[in-house]
């Protein structure tokens, strides 16, 4: 199955630092969604876009879905220790039968001291 | 109100014999897909029902592989006569309707020796 391009895969941050990752698709789709991945855990919900062109912040989070809606990007600001873990995007066209999530490769977050 | 529940949390089985894994979904939801991740990869679906009824399963492999959502009790996803090439962490979302978001559980790491 398809699975969206995601970069950077992994990143190494000091604390403090700011953080951004994008995620691109070949195929439009009409909803985005950012999840992180905690070792051992499920995806946990971060930010959820409905609209071609729309910025949606929770907290230091930022997330856009792209115009062509076929892109995403996330920043994280002035980033923390519990930032650490893996980042998601994930794609959802939402039409009848076709509401399964595509998932990208992944953006692995390490915090350096 | 409790999460998404999952269980067992790890599974080992030998070659041959048969996965059954469980997921029951948040209060109130009616709605279940199923993921399967590989190590250092994304969330790949699978299946998805929606009380007794299979909607999507175009993620699901042909063989040795199926699920059910009945009228009472949790989705099983069933896994015959297992590879090692089954082993990966599978997990379960739920929503309360298709145009909701999907809820995670915290997973269960097959391993086929």
């Known amino acids: 199955g398809q699975q969206l391009n995601q970069s950077p895969q992994s990143m190494f941050i000091q604390e403090g630092e700011d953080v951004s990752m994008n995620c691109t698709s070949s195929s439009i789709f009409n909803t985005w969604l950012w999840y992180k991945q905690d070792p051992g855990e499920g995806p946990v919900l971060l930010i959820a876009?409905?609209?071609?062109?729309e910025l949606t912040s929770n907290g230091r989070l930022t997330a856009q879905f792209g115009i062509t809606r076929k892109d995403s990007f996330l920043n994280i600001s002035a980033s923390i220790p519990s930032d650490v873990g893996i980042y998601f995007c994930?794609?959802?066209?939402?039409?009848?039968?076709?509401?399964?999530?595509?998932f990208g490769t992944g953006t692995r977050l390490t915090i350096i001291p | 109100n409790a999460g998404v529940m999952q269980n067992p949390r790890h599974l080992v089985r030998r070659r041959g014999q048969e996965a059954r894994l469980r997921c029951s979904p948040m209060?109130?939801?009616?709605?279940v897909y199923w993921y399967r991740q590989l190590p250092e990869e994304g969330l790949k679906f699978m299946v998805y029902?929606?009380?007794?009824?299979?909607?999507?399963e175009s993620g699901m492999p042909k063989e040795r592989f199926s699920a059910e959502f009945p009228k009472e009790g949790p989705s099983i996803l069933r896994i015959q006569q297992v590879v090692r090439g089954d082993s990966a962490a599978y997990f379960c979302?739920?929503?309360?309707?298709?145009?909701?978001?999907?809820?995670f559980g915290a997973g269960t790491r097959l391993s086929v020796l």
């Open positions: 994930a794609g959802q066209v939402l039409n009848f039968g076709n509401e399964k999530l595509t």
């Open positions: 209060k109130g939801h009616s709605h």
């Open positions: 979302a739920s929503s309360p309707s298709s145009k909701n978001i999907q809820y």
């Open positions: 029902l929606q009380k007794e009824n299979i909607i999507d």
């Open positions: 876009l409905y609209k071609a062109g």
